[in-house]
């Protein structure tokens, strides 16, 4: 590589229980084989400068649920604005079991916060008429893009799911923001397996080239965070977005 990063933070896209074999209402494959990778970089020890993970929250009747229109899931609708969107099983609906973040995630983010390292906890899909995969907002004030400015960041690591739906739509939104990505392969699994997996890697490759976006895997990520100055004399603060 050109040139280490020195600050840079870690983005957990929707390790939530919906999203996790067997059980999910919306199971992606190979979901739990990434979870070792993910725990692995959520070690508080590690030279991470802010620590995001971002959350559907869903409301009953949500505008993606399949139920809310007597459609089947896995189709997809022309809303009256013309705009074309997917139609899934209920799935993340705020309060429910399915919503919250899985629990050896959710153990090292609470680690995260009682040693009072920086983390973010960023939750999307409230509206019930709008559909999001990116943890970033489309339009109107970006709170997560004003959070890794503050800190000073311009690199982002990325794990989660699903690969071609909310990882590829928070990457896009990052590297069209300016920022530098790491998709870490090992630590992110898509709903059509490795062949969309791919596919989706490499249009974000050809689009964005690879100094912006950098095809890793764990240990290449441990290996460039060794060599990352040390953030704990940063100024620390805690935020749900």
Known sequence: MDSEPTKIALMVVDVQYDFLPPTGALPVPGGCDILPVINRLLDHNLNWSLVVASADSHPYNHISFASSHGLKPFNQLKLSNSKVIDLWPDHCIRGTKGSEIEFGVQRALDKF?????????????????????????????????????????????IVGLASEYCVY????????????????????????GLKAQNEVEQRLLKDYGVDAFRLVDLETILSILKKVPDPNDFYCSNFVL
């Open 113 to 157: 916060l009682e040693l009072e390292l920086d983390v973010v906890v960023y939750k999307k899909g409230e509206d019930i008429n709008k559909e999001e995969y990116s943890a970033f907002r489309d339009k109107g004030i970006d709170g997560l893009t004003e959070q890794l400015k503050y800190y000073g960041i311009n690199n982002l690591v």
């Open 169 to 192: 739509a928070t990457a896009k939104s990052a590297l069209e923001r300016g920022f530098r990505v790491y998709w870490v392969k090992d630590g992110t699994a898509a709903v059509g």
